[in-house]
């Protein structure tokens, strides 16, 4: 089972700061990482896949890098329907696939 | 544009078995190269994948809960659908279904979730 650690927990950012998340898995997942926001009271929306591709729609402020174990998702710029939960997510370790536990953008 | 909506009971008594069924509209179920999923979420924690059915039947499970789960698809009615058995107060959580539509194991659209509760 490939476990992935999201950190930090909470991030506590104002609106126009960039914001840094960090997802690191157990073992390598090559680029076989995507990430998700999740706002209160929706279901997750797909942001990035295979690391650095943006998924259909998604701005240009949202970037993923990253392959190995250590991948991160970056908001270059927080606008205000940014805070919300960021997951992570492995399609390496197939049929079988995981999420990280999150990190929570909070408006400072 | 693909649609997907959970539906089924909200309440379950502890021991009982949960079922759950996902309609999806805007496209054929039959016709995805890829799956369908259910994905739980137990009230202010992460994401937890279930499994996954293919148009064919096919399936694969999380191994945590591979002796207690069933997924299956009917093409006919555009439908899949989650049975867990044995449920516990562990078992609460919004149970949403997705699709891999157009990527390959990532989940690109998503029902807006169910909340099934399992009293004792």
């Known amino acids: 089972e490939i476990v992935l650690t999201q950190s930090p927990a909470t991030l506590s950012l104002s609106p126009g700061e960039r914001a840094t998340l960090s997802c690191r898995a157990s073992?390598?997942?090559?680029?076989?990482l995507g990430w998700y926001q999740q706002r209160p009271g929706q279901a997750p929306r797909l942001l990035i896949y295979d690391a650095s591709n943006r998924a259909t729609g998604i701005p240009a402020r949202f970037s993923g890098s990253g392959s190995g174990t250590d991948f991160t998702l970056t908001i270059s710029s927080l606008e205000p329907e940014d805070f919300a939960v960021y997951y992570c997510q492995q399609r390496s370790n197939w049929p079988l696939l995981s999420f990280g536990g999150g990190t929570r953008v909070d408006m400072k | 544009q693909l649609q997907l909506q959970e539906s089924g009971p909200g309440l379950v008594k502890a021991s009982q078995t949960l079922s759950l069924t996902c309609t999806v509209s805007g496209g054929s179920i039959s016709s995805v190269t890829y799956y369908w999923s259910w994905i739980r979420q137990p009230a202010g924690k992460g994401l937890e994948w279930i499994g996954r059915v293919y148009p064919t039947g096919t399936t694969n499970y999380n191994p945590s809960l591979k002796s207690r789960v069933t997924i299956s698809v009917d093409t006919s009615k555009n439908q899949f659908s989650l049975r867990l058995s044995s449920v516990t107060a562990a078992d609460t959580a919004v149970y949403y279904c997705?699709?891999?539509?157009?990527?390959?194991?990532?989940?690109?659209?998503w029902g807006q979730g169910k909340l099934v509760s399992v009293s004792s």
């Open positions: 997705a699709s891999s539509w157009e990527l390959p194991n990532y989940f690109d659209y």
């Open positions: 073992q390598s997942v090559d680029r076989y």
